[in-house]
């Protein structure tokens, strides 16, 4: 048996006020085509088909390889969009669902209940239904005695009795293929508006006394169709409250779900306590324990086990376990702050390296160095590494003191167990074991040479 998905994604969107194609607006966190694709790749066992039309090129080069894209031109209606499919599947698949990717709520456990209920199904349509007060333009589902759809009623055209339906045509549908394309083929354009339209084959196949089948959607807000800023506000805070659950029932505790802000794709491990206003996006995982918040912003960043983040912003860094940073801390691309590593308020670390049970103090920067096991920085401390032109290096050792003010004026090294006075200004290298002190810094002494008169 093979499966495929159409995804609906041509259209315009004019009521978004936007020179971005629709399917592109993000929701939380991702372009919404992207939610689409996600929930209809596991159902499908062949490569699923993307119409395109406005912004087609755009759209192309998000999809990439996990789609076919086919170009629709003109743009007339739903029915002719599904037609543009026909010479990528026809004879190939057995089964086509047809979605919208404006709708980016749908699960994939729901795409995949529609396709049983299709497999089951004598006729050629199974397809999705919701009951809801406001029927926001969608058409009324009309049931036969024993159950199957007898018809679609688009609301203008709907009597007074048939508005009052709560059942709504959702759209969605699944079809078994080659009846489609012999139905696609028969639809008729609607003279009013010189369309296609894809609900004209549930007309067609109840005329040819087939079945159609209903599958009656329990949430709602699966629904949730994109035409403006609003309803994509409305999508969001849906889809945030769902993955916030998600998190929840998989161990996870947050202290206020409605002020927490979780994108899709960040993993976080159970006994984690994420505080409110705290928001956590891009490729991010977080491990088991942390306490993170409140008022803190990760992006793109990798944590450990048992961290302790407060108020701190973190992008494209990594903390391993037992690191904790803040409150007002600053972790840039490319740092690195390994086992037990603490960093005191209003620091921030950038293509730098903490290497195990390193302290730093508050106010300090550190660029462009790799600082050792144990070693303390003072507070006020700056690593010099920009001279106008270049970026420089400076490496720490081990075991190493750094007082307070001390500024490092790359490139330069200090060797394990070397120790700076307060309001240093380092310039020259600094061996194992010495104190160095004043403007610019000068050895006084060798603290591990020991006096033997």
Known sequence: MKVTAVLLAAGQGTRMKSELPKVLHHLNGKPMLWHSLQALKPVSTEKLVVIVGHGADQVKDFVGDDANCVYQEPQLGTGHAAMQAEDHLKGKVDYVIVSYADMPLLRGETFQQLLEIQKKNSGPISMLTVIADDPRGFGRIQRKPDGTVAAIVEEHVATSEQKTIKELNVGVYCFSADWLWDALSRIQKNQQRGEYYLTDTVELAVKDNLTVEALLLEDHLETIGINTRIHLAEAEAAIRQRNNQDLMLAGVTMIDPDSTYIEAGVTIGKDT??????????????????????????????????????????????????????????LRKGAHLMDHVHMGNFGEVKDSVLGPGAKIGHFCYIGNANIGANTNIGAGTITCNYDGFKKHHTEIGENVFIGSDTMLVAPLKLGDRSRTGAGSVVTKDVKEGSLVVGMPARAVRNLEKRDTN
């Open 273 to 330: 306590t994420v505080r409110p206003n705290t928001y956590i996006q891009g490729t991010t995982t977080i491990g088991e324990g942390c306490d993170l918040g409140p008022n803190t912003h990760i992006k793109n960043s990798q944590i450990g086990n048992d961290c302790q983040v407060f108020m701190s912003v973190i992008e494209q860094a990594q903390l391993e376990d037992n690191v904790d940073i803040g409150p007002f801390a600053r």
